[in-house]
Structure formats: structure tokens, C-alpha cells
């Protein structure tokens, strides 16, 4: 069974966890957690191909566009934050490579289905024609997904495990506050360049409104979610035995 590798830190402190600590992949936990950030990836692939439009801000001239997976990706984050904080970045890599190996697999199927020949007549026809608009453009919102996501994600595991590393078990609100804003912003600039062309964006200043909208929308559903996770994962830290277990043994050896 592959483990986390704690990280002992530089110097020790009496009273306080020495170092970070980190739950065994192969607790109860992990698969669920997996499972629900590849369900999200997936269909959030499947959304995004939708641009959609919620008018103009008055007074403002901002169009208020963005795309159909605009409220599940956030969920992708959350999730990450969970298994970085819980597992590692070692565990969080492994299920944003999983959830995107999955999410290639999917758009390549996609291909498949509409490469295969339709029943004659006009409804085949009909629901080949859909097929192709609905479908055909998911392998650039996953090649944008897979490109921002795997930076966004990599950056925002990077910094909660480095401020982890840094302050131990404490300072978790931080760590996700901070994380967060880095991530999510280099994750919407790469993603939406890329997206763009797949839900109909055609000029820069529709390009500006999608990315700044999409950031900010991103930002503050983690941000309002950080209660929530911080909850969850200190939830799921007290009922993880071989976290307890390591914890214990953490504060015993800076003791």
C-alpha cells in the first residue's frame, strides 16, 4: 500500500504537531472523495460545451456570460482542497490525473458515438446533428480543462502543502484562502482562452467578461464554501483512524 511520506519539520516545537500529517489512501474515505471529484470533472466537460448568457449588467455594458458547467467546476476545488489537505499532494495529483484520464476517455467515446453511422431518415439525421453540436466540441473544453485545471490545481495543492509544511495542523482557514484565489485564477485565465472557441466567444472584450466573470464566480463559491470544507475535513480527520494514528505519534515525537 502506497503512504504519504511525512515531511519532518525544520525545527520542533513542545505542545505542537511536529511536521504535517496525512491519512492513509487506503482508508474509507479516499475512494468516495475520488469518485465525486471524477463524476464533477466529467460533467462539468459535458456543461461547459454550452455557452451561456444571463444579459447585461444595467447601467454597466458587462454582458454576464459564462458556460454550463459554471456551477459544478467550483466542487472540483473544494474536493481538492479536502484530499490535499487530508491525503497529501502526492494523493490530490493522483485524482486530478484520474478524474482527466477519465474525462479523455469520455470526449474520446464522444468521437466514437458520433463517427458511427445514424439511422436513415430525418429523426437519425436529426439526432446526429445534435449529437455533433452537443458533443463534438467536449474534447476543447477538456483540453482546456485539462490544461487549466492541472496548473490551477497543482498551484492550490502546491500552497497548501508548503503552508502546511510551514504551520503544521494549524492555520487551515488560511491555507484554503489562500490557495484558493491562486489557483482559481490561473486555472479561469488558461481555461477560458481555451474554451472560448468551443461555446462561440469571438471577440476580446467577450473574452474579459467570460474570465473576469468566471473567476469571481469561482473565487467566491469556494470562498463561501471554506466553512463547509474546513467542517468536512476536520470531520473526516477525527474519523480516520490511521490519521489519528499518525497525529498522535506526531505530537509524541515533538513533545
Known amino acids: 500500500m502506497i503512504t504519504e ?16 500529517v496525512y491519512a492513509d489512501r487506503g482508508s474509507s474515505h ?7 471529484m471524477v463524476t464533477v470533472v466529467v460533467l462539468s466537460g459535458i456543461g461547459a460545451a454550452k455557452g451561456v448568457s444571463f444579459g447585461t449588467i444595467p447601467g454597466t455594458g458587462f454582458d454576464i456570460l459564462t458556460d454550463g ?5 467550483p466542487l472540483a476545488y ?16 493522483r485524482a486530478i490525473l484520474t478524474s482527466f484520464a477519465v474525462s479523455i476517455l469520455a470526449s474520446v467515446s464522444y468521437q466514437v458515438i458520433i463517427a458511427l453511422p445514424p439511422f436513415p ?39 497548501v ?28 485565465i488558461i481555461f477560458c482562452s481555451i474554451a472560448s472557441v468551443a461555446i462561440g466567444i469571438t471577440t476580446l472584450e467577450q473574452w474579459a467578461e467570460y ?3 468566471g473567476f469571481v464566480y469561482k473565487v467566491i463559491v469556494q470562498y463561501a464554501m471554506i466553512p463547509v470544507t474546513s467542517a468536512v475535513i476536520r470531520w473526516l ?8 494514528e499518525r497525529l498522535a505519534a506526531a505530537r509524541q515525537s515533538a513533545a
Do not use: C
Open 211 to 213: 474570465t473576469i466573470l
Open 78 to 93: 473544494v474536493l481538492g482542497d479536502i484530499i490535499t489537505e487530508l491525503y497529501g499532494a502526492r494523493s490530490a495529483r
Open 161 to 188: 502543502t508548503r503552508m502546511k509544511r510551514r504551520m503544521g495542523e494549524r492555520g487551515l482557514i488560511a491555507r484554503l484562502f489562500t490557495s484558493s484565489g491562486l489557483g482559481e485564477l490561473v486555472d479561469t
Open 69 to 73: 458547467g459554471f456551477f459544478l467546476f
Open 5 to 20: 511520506q511525512n515531511t519532518p519539520p525544520a525545527r520542533q516545537h513542545s505542545g505542537r504537531p511536529a511536521g504535517a
Open 121 to 159: 431518415g430525418e429523426y437519425g439525421q436529426a439526432k446526429q446533428e445534435a449529437l455533433e453540436l452537443a458533443l463534438g466540441p467536449v474534447w476543447i473544453i477538456v483540453l482546456a480543462g485539462l490544461a487549466g485545471f492541472l496548473a490551477g490545481q497543482s498551484l492550490n495543492s502546491f500552497v
Open 237 to 244: 480527520k477525527r474519523t480516520d483512524p490511521t490519521y489519528q
Open 30 to 36: 479516499f475512494d468516495i472523495l475520488l469518485a465525486a
